[in-house]
């Protein structure tokens, strides 16, 4: 099976954009959460998207927000776009079946640098 | 809040000697702890993982501890190989939190041949 796979890789925004990050998951997986991962915070979680609803959510500002498709790819966005907002984005995929917790399987990133 | 401390931040070994890095986590419902290496570069790969009801999991040369009394699990490295150098993460998570994951903050590891 191919694994997940994150699009753009990389990305040079200035303060105040915003932008979309996408990150297909592994076949048949339903479950896609997303991580920010900095030198200084280390991996992060932000949001956990199963059957498109947000199933969780971390510690971060409303300009992050996300979404999940129908055939379980999902989306990020930041917009007003900060300083801080520079990291290394990281999708993870796992099956989500009831009652547990699965391996989740992560994507190679995008990596934001807002300039 | 969810927490999990992760210690030593850095370690440095010899080729062949053995590697223990520690995590303590706050949330008593949390029952399952993955840990996760990162080379230079690359994605966040799982290692070995482990949940409440076992006390001990091994894999060839890698092996982790949870006490959940004391709220401690831990990885050890066997053998250790210059390939085994990257950034080693705990992780901790719940039940009806099963997508979340609270990560410690990394360790390191640095093997000398």
């Known amino acids: 099976k191919a694994g997940v796979t994150q699009t753009p890789r990389y990305l040079i925004k200035t303060r105040g954009q915003q932008v979309t990050l996408s990150c297909s998951p592994i076949?048949?997986?339903?479950?896609v959460s997303w991580y920010q991962q900095t030198p200084g915070q280390g991996l992060q979680f932000l949001f956990e998207?199963?059957?498109?609803?947000?199933?969780n959510k971390g510690n971060f500002p409303g300009r992050f927000s996300g979404r999940q498709f129908s055939n379980s790819r999902s989306e990020m966005n930041v917009s007003t776009l900060e300083l801080g907002d520079s990291a290394l984005y990281l999708c993870?995929?796992?099956?989500?079946?009831?009652?547990?917790?699965?391996?989740?399987?992560f994507g190679p990133g995008t990596r934001l640098l807002v300039l | 809040g969810e927490n999990v401390e992760q210690h030593p931040s850095t370690l440095s070994v010899q080729e062949g000697d053995s590697a223990v890095i520690k995590c303590t986590y706050s949330?008593?419902?949390?029952?399952?702890f993955p840990w996760y290496k990162q080379e230079l570069g690359k994605r966040p790969q799982l290692i070995i993982d482990i949940r409440s009801n076992v006390g001990e999991k091994k894999d060839q040369r890698i092996a982790v501890t949870l006490n959940k009394t004391a709220k401690h699990f831990s990885l050890h490295i066997t053998e250790t190989q210059p390939e085994d150098s990257a950034v080693y993460f705990c992780a901790a998570s719940k039940s009806n939190q099963g997508g979340k994951l609270i990560f410690g903050q990394g360790t390191e590891l640095s093997v000398k041949p």
């Open positions: 949330d008593s419902a949390s029952n399952y």
């Open positions: 998207y199963f059957s498109e609803t947000q199933r």
């Open positions: 076949s048949g997986h339903r479950s």
């Open positions: 993870a995929s796992s099956l989500r079946l009831a009652g547990g917790q699965e391996t989740q399987y």
